[in-house]
């Protein structure tokens, strides 16, 4: 598994095709954590070695029954290295299966496992834009809203400068902060008021600052 990585430039598409993807079923019930973590790194390697199509059909379902692993690493794993595969396959690798990985994942135990599912997809809404945003993973997104870790919403935060920065202030007034208000709303744990107050850091514009300082205002009422 670990020489793996360093011998796929030499091994033919086909070969990988033909004679490695077999027997990668094996190594995906080892009993090693360790093992299964280093298979979900080869994997992602695997994927930009071979036709998208196959990648899609062979080694998604892989990536996605590891992001179900019982154990952290193995997860991480995957999260470390699935975006160069996302980049390569493009829109087409978010299949039903894998936003629901990613929507169980946002519930993981492991804020470590939450934080890297964020960062992903606040980098896979960079790369594909607003409408692949709206359409898949902004319900997914917001979770880190209401995170109990404050690195979790701290990276969300970040997501959002990254976002704003690239879809500019419309999409913060029109689509991020009426999310954040009805989040907001429903928030019982004060962990959105602790988000909001730096929304106003990245987006920058007065007229946003204004609608934060009215969130805080509103919930110190409470």
């Known amino acids: 598994i670990i020489a793996l990585k360093s011998c796929l430039k030499n091994i033919s598409a086909d070969k990988i095709q033909t004679v490695l993807i077999p027997q990668l079923g094996d190594l995906m019930k080892d009993s090693s954590f360790n093992v299964r973590a280093g298979l979900a790194v080869s994997l992602c390697s695997i994927c930009t070695a071979i036709k998208k199509e196959v990648a899609i059909a062979k080694l998604l379902p892989l990536l996605v029954d590891l992001l179900k692993d ?126 909001l107050i730096h929304i106003s850091e990245p987006t920058r514009p007065l007229y946003i600052s204004y609608a934060v300082f009215c969130l805080k205002k509103k919930k110190k009422k409470k």
């Open 70 to 195: 019982e154990h952290h690493e193995v997860k991480m794993g995957v999260l470390a290295g699935i975006q160069p595969v996302a980049n390569f396959i493009g829109p087409e690798f978010i299949t039903s299966s894998m936003l629901m990985s990613f929507s169980n994942l946002m519930k993981d135990q492991k804020w470590r496992v939450r934080n890297a599912v964020l960062d992903l997809l606040g980098n896979l809404a960079k790369e594909f834009g607003k409408d692949f945003y709206a359409k898949n993973i902004e319900q997914i997104f917001l979770q880190f809203l209401t995170d109990a870790v404050a690195a979790v919403r701290d990276t969300g935060i970040a997501k959002v400068e990254l976002l704003a920065n690239t879809f500019k202030a419309d999409w913060v007034l029109k689509v991020y902060l009426p999310r954040a208000i009805e989040a907001f709303n429903k928030d019982k744990q004060g962990y959105l008021y602790l988000s």
